[in-house]
């Protein structure tokens, strides 16, 4: 499917959230929102169509806006530029690079590339089980 859409599949180390920082930095914000609508016993819908509806970067539309192609309606006040540009991928792409550059200037040394049939140790997280 992804080949068919064209679409370019990235995977990410499992367990190593800095890896996929953007992903990451969303879900803390809609768990803080939810928290908070919990709290003040605010309509959890309508807080989640306002941080879909919200711009990430100040270059990017909305991710519903990126969704629908359109942007979506909110009783938040907003200014929506009629010049604005057709294509985002680039721009996300830009993001993206800048962001691995963030990482990579303070990532340490670059570790050496795997052979094929090479032996390698992994660290499992998880509680180990013990022999009854």
């Known amino acids: 499917m992804c080949n068919k859409w064209g679409i370019k ?5 499992p367990r190593y959230p800095r890896s996929n ?5 969303m879900v803390q914000t809609v768990k803080a929102t939810l928290k908070k609508c919990i709290a003040n016993n605010d309509d959890i819908n309508l807080a989640l169509l306002h941080i879909r509806a919200t711009t990430t970067d100040c270059k990017l539309p909305s991710p519903a ?3 629908f192609g359109r942007p979506i309606r909110t009783n938040l006040p907003s200014y929506h ?4 540009p057709p294509e985002n991928h680039e721009r996300l792409l830009e ?3 800048k962001m691995k550059s963030n990482h ?3 990532a340490g040394k670059d570790i050496p590339p795997l052979h ?3 032996r390698v140790r992994t ?10």
Do not use: C, F, V
């Not at 920082?21 to 930095?25: H, Q, T």
């Open 9 to 13: 599949q990235t995977t990410s180390s």
């Open 65 to 67: 806006e990126m969704l």
């Open 123 to 132: 660290y499992n997280a998880e509680k180990p089980q013990t022999a009854n």
């Open 21 to 25: 920082g953007l992903a990451e930095r």
């Open 104 to 106: 990579d200037r303070h």
């Open 116 to 118: 094929l049939n090479q």
């Open 81 to 84: 530029p009629t010049n604005a």
């Open 95 to 97: 993001r993206s690079d």
